[in-house]
């Protein structure tokens, strides 16, 4: 990775006071952006985009994502002519609602995602899942939770074979304020099933630029453990990206 750009972000990570906040806002929202173009034997064209939202009610806190990633590559054939083509062409969206208890701690929650991703083994795959789901930790630096709990799985694959089956959906969050203008986040999430076994997880340092604008800094992976015999069980994207919060 470019060194100048980490060590703006450790510097940035170092700057004065954003995140913290004295209480939670009732909705929240940013949105992401990253564009890579690189010349010369191989050209290529990177676009990462994503919403992220948070909703705070009285009895509920819900959670929402939409991500994409488009790349496109040009190379030079045997022929000497360029030939271009995609070599990722992604889409995610998935929302959690979190029903608040007695002890606003311990909640019911329902989980629905869908997933198109053109260059994998698969049309789309798609998740449902109730079931607990408990804030661990909460202090000023730290926060963590899980949820856990059964589902159903929705998957057609390139050759249009459906592989829908029962699930067990576990996933966890994990957030460190580093500093006053940067934190790391951590999701994991796993969904174990009969035909196939998909896992989630990212890793991401972001801080502020200005204002509402931050840079973020993030390494994401997909795993499937039962894929066509042409494709790998796991991809992965590092990204640096803008992010500005709405609200």
């Known amino acids: 990775?470019?060194?100048?750009?980490?060590?703006?972000?450790?510097?940035?990570?170092?700057?004065?006071?954003v995140f913290a906040q004295d209480k939670?806002?009732?909705f929240t929202m940013e949105g992401e952006l990253?564009?890579?173009?690189?010349?010369?034997?191989?050209?290529?064209?990177?676009?990462?985009?994503?919403i992220t939202a948070h909703q705070e009610l009285e009895m509920w806190s819900n959670d929402y994502l939409i991500e994409g990633l488009y790349k496109e590559e040009t190379v030079e054939g045997d022929d000497g002519e360029d030939v271009e083509f995609t070599s990722a062409q992604k889409f995610f969206a998935s929302a959690q609602g979190n029903y608040k208890l007695d002890n606003p701690d311990y909640r019911l929650f329902g989980f629905a995602s869908y997933e198109d991703d053109r260059l994998s083994s698969f049309n789309y795959q798609s998740t449902i899942a109730l079931g607990w789901n408990q804030k661990?930790?909460?202090?000023e630096k730290h926060t963590l939770e899980y949820s856990v709990g059964p589902g159903y799985s929705f998957v057609?694959?390139?050759?249009?074979?459906?592989?829908?089956?029962?699930i067990v959906r576990a996933s966890t969050a994990y957030t460190w304020l580093i500093s006053d203008t940067s934190?790391?986040?951590?999701?994991?999430?796993?969904?174990v099933g009969s035909e196939n076994t998909k896992s989630r997880a990212e890793s991401a340092?972001?801080?502020?630029?200005?204002?509402?604008?931050?840079?973020?800094?993030?390494f994401k992976m997909d795993h499937n453990s039962d894929v066509a015999a042409n494709r790998d069980n796991l991809d992965t994207e590092t990204a640096v990206s803008l992010v500005y919060n709405f609200f």
């Open 156 to 166: 057609e694959t390139q050759d249009g074979e459906e592989q829908d089956s029962v």
């Open 1 to 17: 990775m470019n060194k100048r750009v980490l060590a703006s972000i450790i510097a940035f990570s170092l700057a004065p006071s």
């Open 183 to 191: 934190k790391f986040t951590q999701t994991l999430s796993t969904e």
């Open 34 to 50: 990253g564009f890579i173009s690189t010349t010369g034997n191989t050209e290529t064209t990177s676009i990462n985009a994503g």
């Open 136 to 139: 661990v930790l909460q202090t």
């Open 205 to 218: 340092l972001t801080a502020v630029i200005t204002g509402n604008l931050s840079m973020r800094l993030s």
């Open 24 to 26: 939670p806002k009732p």
